[in-house]
């Protein structure tokens, strides 16, 4: 279909609202090596409705996505498309079939502009299909009512915009079927709130939306249906009768019972179903500042913001939550507490003295630890053993090396036996390679590391991303438990505000590189924070 | 059904299996290198003689000269241990390189530069002092040469990211170019018109193995090698370098310092190899030809890799190099094929070598392929993109 | 300085440019599409010795030129299964390329000529009137062989490919974010492959063009790191063209003005001229060390997850 084929088929699904388009997946199982992601799922999605796929990280929901996208096939069942037995062998069959897509993590390539990225895989023939592509992208953008310059370097546009474009993009074809796979974890409040709008437009248009999303108040919020899934298996479908029938507490309350089972309905403080919090931190804190940094600035490297003149100061035992949406400098400046990047401009202060042109490891000997959100790509060596892993930032130290340079084994290895005991690492052995370990078990051997030999300060980033909730729950509780007790103050940056809320005394927020304020952890604050997080008192 | 997010319990058995504890354990995971590096030599060896029976020659001929003048002769077996020497140390060099992820293509440059000052200071050095500290101090020197001339390419990489297979690359031809102006020029001899240096007599070189033509290189190979080995596996310094070389990012994360250990690494990689020049000379020839450049760095490249990296793996291998390079080149020149003909077998041994890497594991030894940042990169960058 | 030496420079860089300026359009295509191509080299002794085999036997230098494009085509096929289908380390695979035709060249050159060197005759040259008359830089520049007008064009027509057509863009995706260009449907394989072959098919020609026309002989190894310098080009050249050709002849002009010196009298050892390109590629790699952008994801082969 031509770009400009998605308005003519609305104009054509509108004339006529009561055919509608519908598709079936039937069984649909889909096995990894050692996991089931997807076990025999069937579900139905229907025009003019918004569908939300409900479930905690690690269900099989984005699974579930992909080979209705086209980018895995199913080892078994069947797609069904009006009654019609289809195979979506590939994206471009997908396409063809009417299924957009807006995956979790951008699929635009950042230097290129935005009508080259709309145009990609889309002409037949020699020359760049540019005039018809800038007239279809006109129409398009004005039916759902935003504004696009073609000719803007994507890469250079805020995470907001380039989603929009995205949707753009996923419906370019004509697509009756739109998929949002978790689209709001980069966005602030008031993008959520235009993507809703935008949603309830599209609906109205006659497309079917799939919403894929772990948030139970997005899918309550959103969606016409509800498909709850749990460990690869459909738990239950909520129509829209059952998403009336109660008041939205008791709702709430059963979803959650669907989510993790009926034995852990009194999850009480699952962050979905958590109202703010009243005033919980009101702790008592020594004034004496462990952590300061004053008129820090980063350089921004390739697609990045950088930091610009940050002033922070961190009391000792206290937890100080840096909100913000993603790509707003938080990456620049936990590694420039950790030692990981130079400071163009400023200087950092720890326990008093200067810090600025401390290394990494001077900084760690300190107590200044750093939790990185990237595990795989920099917290850990995945061909080298757990116990070396949780060794790795005291090479050449006593007693794990002799003074000669020699290792010691054995005593690396018992070291390593205790911290798996006693932060509960799911590995066979501390022999094993370290890159088998799963997420959840990956981020625990992380923290084991970053929190032993006396910490007495931690930068964590995104420190409960992508796991599951009881992972999530052990870890904040740890988090708190050695600010409480053994004063091990914190930097929590989270793009997560209910984590935020739940954890933190304070919270800064940073948006372009810079802190537009910080806020105390009272009721309230959300609004607050929320407000501050698209420039605050501009 | 399996529980979501957890690790497959017969995956982790499995490589819980093959841990990396004592000493029969690494003994076995050696044998399994070396089994592996068997399919694709033998391959290789099927498809070159298909190639030399293609060309008119008997292939069995070719094979049995290569083997029996290389390895079943005793002066073609004392040959392939005098050139196991040099190989070995430059094998050491690679490996200690690749360990921190450096690609150190231009061994030929180091190698040769090294033995040029050998060649050039050499002669006078020798009749001036006693012979055992002249060799301690030549050796030295090539040693130190080799490492000088890594340098530029090293403080490249360390300081700004840039891509080494191409620095070092240029540097080899430069460090050619130089070595044979070096020898045409300010160390050329004046005692006849070919264009060499000067000689160091024959019994001021390096003394050999009683009872044998074999000079004691091979025993300080040898030794470099186990040390190398000890501290690539059982040091912190070794520890650090791995780390680099499998994750740099991580490398920084940890603390590290990344510029010091590429510095080093890279120094330490040229020197081995100067030192395998200076072996060369100080134990076989005392003195060097214009235009001289046996190759082996490019040679080696493919042993290495073939012994996957592991130290103690390349010592049977670079023996078989050795028969197939000084038993093959008698066996070319009695079948009538071109010398290069060495050249062809490596490369299909290497091509070979990573089909049959993929068929198993889907990857190479089960690194990630090397992602290029740039040859020309922001300053201070040094984790490569991700996608 | 006189005529003859502006003749000698200028022939000199284009004769020395050119291999280097094929090679380095087939290295820009290569890498944006996402590949690095370590053996060129292979492929320019492979197609320079097809291409001077052919040229030899047919009388007749276009015929060379031909088989030597059609020679890296081949060569390239290596690249093309191992590294895009099949996911090989292209850096491994790029050196077992190089070593493979150094032999391959070498050892064919020994078995068919022995210790000969059959010299080929002179190539047809193509005079633009008017324009091969000024002074200075007029003969040497304006009557060449039709393959230098030719490339030049094709300097041109990689230009315009890689910016207005589809192709061009499906070939950027792929180096830049090759699942983006999965999403949208097109085959990251199959425009890699494509991108592959081309890169073999103009680095073969280059070599061709060093054989044939550049030396008249082929020596085993002739191209003595002209496939290395190409690479650089290419990576300095940024994706433009147009940069590819400038520094294409700069080099060229490295190579050219040893000899060019020597014409004149000025007398410098073979090894200095020998050093010169590179000494000038370390240079410049050194000066233009802070800049940077390449494709984001070069020499990394694309997989899509689950499959």
Known sequence: ?538 | MAEVLEISEPEAVRREAVARRGFLNRMRRGGGVLGQALVPIVLAMIVTGLILAIMGKNPFTFYDQMFSSGLFNWQGFEQTIIRMAPLLLMGAGLIVAFTAGIWNIGGDGQFLMAVAIVCGIGPSLMSAVPRALGLIILLVVSFVVGGLWTLLPAFLKARYALNEIITSLMMAFIGISLADLLIKGPFRTHLNTVPQTNVIPFQKLLPAIPGTNIHIGILLALVVVGVIYWAMTRTGFGLRMRVLGANPRAAVHSGISVFKMTMVGFFLSGALIGLAGGTEILGVWGYVRADWNPGWGFVMFAIVFLARLNMLACIPIVGFLAVVQLGGHTAAQNVGVPDDFILLFVALILLFMAVTDLLRTGRLFGRKPKEIVSVVTTAGRLEATDD | MTEAFWTALIAGAILAGMPLLLGGLGETIAERAGLLTIGLEGYMLFGGYVGFVAALYSHSSAVGLIASLVAGVVASLIMMFFCVRWRVDQIVVGIGILFLFEGITSVAQRAQFGTTYPRLGNVPVVKIPLLDRIPGFGPSLFSQPLIVYLSFLLVVVIWWVLKYTNVGLSLRAAGEKPKALDVSGVSVVKVRSVAALITGALAGLGGGYMAIIGAGIFVPFMTHGAGFISIVVAMLGRGKSGLVLVGAFIFGLTVSVGTALQIVGVSISTDIINMLPFLIVMLALVLLARQSVLPGALAVPYKREGH
């Open chain 1, 1 to 538: 279909m031509t770009p400009l084929g998605v308005v003519e088929s609305v104009a054509a699904v509108s004339a006529e609202p009561a055919a509608t388009s519908a598709i079936e997946l039937i069984g649909i199982t889909k096995a990894f090596p050692g996991v089931v992601a997807n076990d025999d799922v069937s579900l139905r999605i229907s025009c003019g409705e918004v569908h939300c796929l409900l479930g905690e990280n690690g269900a099989g929901k984005s699974t579930l996505m992909n080979v209705l996208s086209g980018m895995y096939q199913a080892d078994s069942g069947q797609i069904k498309i009006d009654d019609q037995v289809v195979e979506i062998d590939s994206p471009k069959r997908a396409l063809e079939l009417g299924i957009g897509t807006v995956y979790q993590h951008s699929t635009l390539i950042p230097v290129m502009t935005v009508i080259e990225n709309l145009m990609l895989g889309m002409g037949s023939g020699v020359r760049l299909p540019l005039k018809t592509s800038l007239a279809g992208l006109q129409k398009l953008a004005s039916s759902l009512g935003i504004e696009v310059d073609p000719f803007a370097v994507t890469g250079r546009l805020a995470l907001g915009q380039q989603q929009q474009i995205e949707i753009v993009k996923a419906l370019w074809h004509g697509s009756k079927f739109l998929i949002l796979d978790e689209p709001t974890s980069m966005l602030t409040p008031q993008g959520i709130a235009e993507l809703g709008e935008l949603i309830k437009q599209l609906k109205a248009q006659g497309l079917a939306i799939v919403f894929i999303t772990h948030k139970l108040r997005e899918a309550l919020d959103l969606g016409d249906r509800i498909s709850i899934l749990r460990r690869g298996r459909l738990v239950a479908a909520l129509g829209p009768d059952e998403l009336r029938a109660g008041s939205r507490e008791e709702i709430q309350g059963k979803i959650i019972g669907l989510m993790f089972g009926q034995e852990k309905a009194q999850l009480a403080d699952v962050a979905e179903i958590r109202d703010e919090l009243t005033g919980r931190r009101g702790r008592q804190l020594k004034t004496a500042p462990i952590l300061e940094i004053e008129g820090v600035s980063v350089e921004p490297r390739r697609g990045e913001v950088g930091v610009h003149d940050v002033s922070l100061a961190v009391k000792t035992g206290e937890i100080m939550g840096v909100a913000g949406v993603d790509g707003n400098g938080q990456r620049e400046l936990a590694e420039a507490i950790a030692g990981q990047r130079h400071i163009a401009g400023g200087h950092i202060k720890f326990l008093g003295h200067p810090i600025t042109h401390l290394s990494v490891a001077k900084r760690q000997q300190l107590g200044l630890r750093y939790v990185t959100d990237d595990r795989l790509g920099e917290g850990i060596v995945s061909s080298v053993d757990v116990a070396t892993n949780l060794v790795l930032k005291r090479i050449g130290q006593r007693p794990f090396w002799r003074s000669g340079g020699r290792v010691c084994t054995p005593v690396i290895q018992e070291t390593a036996r205790e911290l798996v005991e006693e932060f509960d690492i799911r590995t066979p052995s501390v022999t094993t390679d370290c890159g088998t370990l799963s997420g959840g078990n990956l981020q625990k051997v992380v923290l084991a590391r970053e929190l032993s030999f006396g910490p007495k300060f931690v930068v964590y980033n995104k420190p409960t991303y992508g796991l599951d909730v009881k992972t999530t729950m052990a870890v904040r509780e740890r988090i708190r438990k050695i600010a409480e007790k053994d004063e091990v103050a914190a930097l929590l940056i989270s793009t997560d505000l209910e984590e935020l809320l739940d954890v933190c005394d304070r919270i800064a927020v940073l948006f372009r590189g810079k802190i537009t304020g910080v806020v105390d952890n009272q009721p309230g604050a959300a609004e607050e924070i929320g407000r501050l997080m698209i420039g605050g008192g501009e």
